[in-house]
């Protein structure tokens, strides 16, 4: 288990320079002032660590004949092998700010403070070590999990069976707020909700509870993100059999498909990156990051989602589409869990993601899908996927490297000169496609095509020059839906390709 000497909270930084005592310790039984149990998983920090652990865990190869084991053995032995396999940081953790302040100010009234968690003791060591915050811990080990009744005795044995205050947020909490002299109410879920109604009067801490669920299970799924599979489409407008009602519900249902399957996707994404995610500037206000959204929710969700998505390939749109599903859901979680660490493999498995959706789009209206798309879009996306560690080695300092990913930023001068030239090899394949045999036989005034690769110019180094501006933002396709000019660039290639299409330039020689 690493520790870091780095900080996530500026408010952990504020308190433990005010902490005089030496590293916490267990202390022995108390007496005088009313001591404070503090609870670890949805109290001090909003997320459950355990559920991290397991899942990051699980996501290693090399793991999961240790993790299975340990399965076999029972809840304490998992606890204890997943903090072992798994590095824990713990300046990491999305604390709660109300009860830092709250244990502060027991603290200055001479209080001991005791972290009472069903954490395995390695990893609430490891959060008292990184607070020093805490006189001692109570926590789970081989021979006990640390959760209810069995908590409740483990306090009362540790202060003697005098009062204390026990701040807590779940079901299995109730029992220790009953026999508390003072229960605290931290963002209560399940049943700990009503009870804590009820009793509010007798606590001296509410904290709210956190918002629904759902809504940050909406947000971790990215629906803005699903724009991106609006490319099954394509062969369907390429082929020019966009007015066939039945092809535009064949390639509907193939986007759906994509969606949940994309979006299952990012849930194990997030949680297997949530280190990461958590020191990077704007993902750590994803939802597992903040941790507003538990683990074990995701990967339910995840699952569901995953279920439905193949039921729906291989069901109602033919075993083609179904297969070609499935290989993209094997390379994105291959890409999430591995593959992403190999620089170069990361940014050419990212084009071939998104090639994967116009095969997939063929597949489902059973359209071969031409040589010329499918080069231009390797090219094309190889270029944009190249933007994003741009976009992301240029935020790093001098000499450092990216996080998760096999990149320093020594690396960027020549990342931004393969991007440049993957764009340049994708306009190029456009203007050989414009002088095809196939174009003249599929448009009837083909010269007018020759209107978009300017354009398309224009977009592909307009958007590199933002780039090396710093306004992309951290992902070009989701900058390239909301940039206004993007969207007239997309707007008027659109219409050159229906002037191109149905426009008769015989009058005109005539």
């Not at 609006?230 to 390639?251: E, G, K």
């Not at 990461?276 to 929710?297: E, I, N, S, Y």
Request: some cysteine; proline content about 5%.
């Amino acid at each position: 288990m690493r520790m870091s000497k780095g900080c996530y909270s500026p408010r952990v930084t504020e308190l433990r320079q005010n902490v005089t005592q030496d590293k916490p310790r267990l202390a022995p039984k108390i007496q005088g002032a009313m001591p404070l149990f503090v609870d670890l998983d949805g109290t001090l920090v909003r997320t459950d660590v355990a559920q991290e652990l397991l899942v990051r865990g699980l996501a290693g190869i090399r793991h999961i004949g240790a993790l299975a084991g340990a399965a076999m053995q029972g809840r304490n032995r998992l606890k204890a092998v997943s903090a072992q396999v798994v590095e824990f940081r713990a300046d990491l953790l999305p604390y709660r700010p109300e009860v830092l302040d709250y244990i502060a100010k027991a603290r200055k009234q001479g209080r001991p403070v005791i972290l009472a968690t069903a954490a395995d003791t390695q990893v609430a060591q490891a959060v008292a070590d990184y607070l020093q915050l805490f006189d001692g811990i109570l926590a789970s080990d081989m021979g006990r999990n640390l959760k209810g009744a069995v908590k409740l005795a483990a306090i009362q044995a540790y202060c003697g069976g005098g009062p204390f205050e026990y701040l807590g947020d779940s079901g299995a909490d109730i029992p220790i707020w009953q026999a508390a002299e003072r229960p605290g109410f931290v963002a209560p879920t399940g049943p700990a909700r009503a009870y804590a109604a009820a009793h509010e009067d007798k606590a001296a801490l509410v904290v709210p509870a956190d918002q629904g669920q759902a809504r940050a299970l909406w947000k971790a799924m990215r629906p803005h993100q699903w724009v991106k599979n609006v490319l099954v489409f394509l062969p369907l407008i390429v082929s020019h059999s966009y007015t066939d009602p039945a092809m535009l519900l064949l390639a509907l249902l193939a986007f759906v498909a994509f969606s949940l399957c994309a979006s299952s996707v990012y849930l194990i994404n997030d949680l297997v990156d949530i280190d990461a995610d958590r020191v990077h500037p704007t993902k750590r206000h994803r939802p597992f990051a903040a941790g507003t959204l538990r683990p074990v929710t995701g990967v339910m969700a995840a699952a569901a989602m995953t279920l439905g998505a193949m039921l729906l390939a291989f069901g109602g749109m033919g075993l083609v589409f179904g297969l070609v599903l499935l290989a993209y859901m094997a390379l994105t979680s291959a890409y999430s869990l591995w593959l992403k660490q190999y620089s170069t493999v990361d940014v050419v498995v990212l084009a071939l993601l998104y090639t994967m959706r116009i095969v997939a789009g063929a597949a489902a209206c059973m359209i071969v899908p031409s040589e010329w798309l499918l080069s231009f879009s390797l090219f094309f996306f190889l270029s944009l996927a190249y933007m994003k560690r741009y976009i992301e080695l240029a935020r790093v300092g001098h000499d450092r490297k990216l996080p998760s990913r096999n990149y320093q930023a020594s690396d960027l001068t020549i990342v931004q000169t393969f991007g440049i030239a993957n764009g340049a090899l994708s306009l190029l394949t456009l203007a050989q496609y414009m002088a095809s045999p196939q174009v003249q036989q599929l448009y009837a005034f083909p010269q007018a095509l020759w209107l978009a690769v300017p354009l398309m110019m224009f977009w592909t180094y307009r958007t590199w020059m933002w780039a090396s501006r710093g306004k992309v933002g951290d992902d070009p396709v989701v900058f390239a839906i909301k940039d206004r000019i993007s969207q007239i660039t997309v707007v008027l290639v659109v219409l050159v390709i229906l002037l191109a299409r149905n426009f008769q330039p015989d009058w005109i020689f005539a």
